[in-house]
């Protein structure tokens, strides 16, 4: 059973660039969430995606934008990069309704560098 | 709004010794609450977690974590280290309708001395 996985591993971009960031769930959930973690922080919760809409949203800019496909998967863009979006991205995922796991499950995250 | 504070950013044992980590929370409904644990350059894998049934929770790697309500509290125990333990450890909390988004605290660098 895969469990969530995410690509590119790593990524180097320069300021006002733009960025696209992938997630595949694990096999069998539905709601695909996003997280920010910077160097020596916890995980902020960026946005969450449920039947390809996005349901919650943390208080991050419009620059932060997402899409959830047909097959569940998804993918974060941020756009006119700068510095501070310089990060570790994590996926995670987890089933909603009624045969919900009240459990998420985190793929090893993107490191995106900003220059 | 909820929110997580871990008390003590980093924590020092010896092998063998008793492990200790502090998490308090905040939320205005009932919590779900989590422990995770990431290693250097990975994702986070979870521990255990607390969703309103036993207040004693196991959990992985022989961890376990108590859920007090008048406290406020959800700490994280293991009665015996091992330098295998050494890593980072976030507790979080998220609302019972969406365990999808949490909260996170600040973590808690774990070292374990030989």
């Known amino acids: 059973d895969a469990g969530v996985t995410q690509s590119p591993t790593h990524l180097i971009k320069t300021r006002g660039q733009q960025v696209t960031l992938r997630c595949s769930p694990k096999s069998g959930h539905d709601t695909v969430s996003w997280y920010q973690q910077a160097l020596g922080q916890g995980p902020q919760f960026i946005f969450q995606?449920?039947?390809?809409?996005?349901?919650q949203r943390g208080n991050f800019p419009d620059r932060f934008s997402g899409h959830q496909f047909p097959n569940y998967s998804s993918e974060l863009n941020v756009n006119a990069l700068l510095l501070g979006d310089s990060a570790l991205y994590l996926c995670a995922s987890s089933l909603e309704g009624p045969f919900s796991t009240d459990t998420q499950y985190f793929g090893p995250g993107t490191r995106l560098t900003v220059l | 709004a909820q929110s997580v504070t871990q008390l003590g950013s980093h924590v020092s044992v010896s092998e063998g010794a008793l492990v200790l980590l502090r998490c308090n929370y905040s939320?205005?409904?009932?919590?779900?609450l989590f422990w995770y644990v990431q290693y250097p350059n990975q994702g986070l894998q979870l521990l255990l977690k607390y969703t309103s049934a036993a207040t004693l929770v196991k959990g992985i790697n022989g961890f376990e974590a108590e859920f007090k309500k008048s406290e406020t509290s959800f700490h994280l125990t293991k009665p015996s280290a091992h330098m295998s333990d050494a890593a980072e450890y976030f507790c979080?909390?998220?609302?019972?309708?969406?365990?999808?988004?949490?909260?996170f605290g600040d973590g808690t660098t774990l070292t374990v001395k030989p």
């Open positions: 939320s205005s409904v009932p919590p779900y």
């Open positions: 995606y449920y039947e390809e809409e996005e349901r």
């Open positions: 979080a909390v998220s609302e019972w309708t969406n365990a999808g988004k949490s909260t």
